[in-house]
């Protein structure tokens, strides 16, 4: 049996950035971040899948799937450290919820299942497809995005979190979008 994932305790508040492959999470998360002047957590999955790419040429398992949820864990909770007030995660196990449903045909581990109701989040940021999709090796899914978007809301909703919808194609404008959500949704001076 896996033991369970323990977040760091804090007061620093968490906003999680989700949503498909090549919605801009990565770059919404330390725009964020440098905007609200703290730390953010990376992506554990993506480094994690780009060295198994180039050093075996395979990508994500079932088998990964845990590794990554506690590899994200594990950087969250060294990063929260140095945040301040607040601290932006570049995604988190609800993300790893909807990946393995999506791509193991309805499939996921029940460890990952209780551990998503384990790990608490004060805010999430959606974001939609609306922006072009671009090619990489890790990225699998041009033409499913409507699909994990749903996927992703459906955790989300499951969930039972607060969140809002980051829309429309000028980065500039979502990233303004983002910053007035949070402010409001979190009460931050």
């Known amino acids: 049996m896996e033991e369970n994932l323990t977040q760091e305790q804090s007061l620093i508040k968490r ?7 090549s919605t801009g999470k990565s770059s919404m998360t330390e725009n964020l971040s440098v905007y609200f002047k703290t730390n953010y957590v990376n992506e554990f999955a993506r480094e994690f899948l780009q060295k198994k790419w180039e050093t075996i040429n395979e990508v994500c398992t079932k088998e990964d799937l845990l590794k990554i949820a506690k590899g994200q864990i594990e950087l969250e909770n060294k990063k929260i450290k140095t945040a301040s007030k607040l601290i932006f995660c570049d995604t988190n196990i609800s993300t790893t919820l909807a990946w393995s449903k999506t791509h193991f045909d309805g499939f996921c581990d029940p460890w990952l299942l209780s551990q998503s109701k384990l790990l608490k989040y004060d805010y999430y940021l959606l ?4 922006v072009a999709w671009i090619k990489d090796d890790l990225r699998d899914t041009p033409n499913d995005r409507e699909k994990m978007f749903l996927a992703h809301k459906f955790e989300l909703d499951n969930l039972n979190v607060n969140y809002d919808i980051i829309e429309g194609s000028d980065f500039d404008k979502r990233l303004i979008q983002a910053v007035d ?4 949704s979190i009460n931050f001076e």
């Not at 906003?15 to 492959?21: A, D, L, T, W």
């Not at 959500?181 to 409001?184: N, R, S, T």
């Open 15 to 21: 906003i999680v950035i989700c949503g498909p492959e």
């Open 127 to 130: 974001l939609n497809t609306d």
């Open 181 to 184: 959500y949070i402010k409001k």
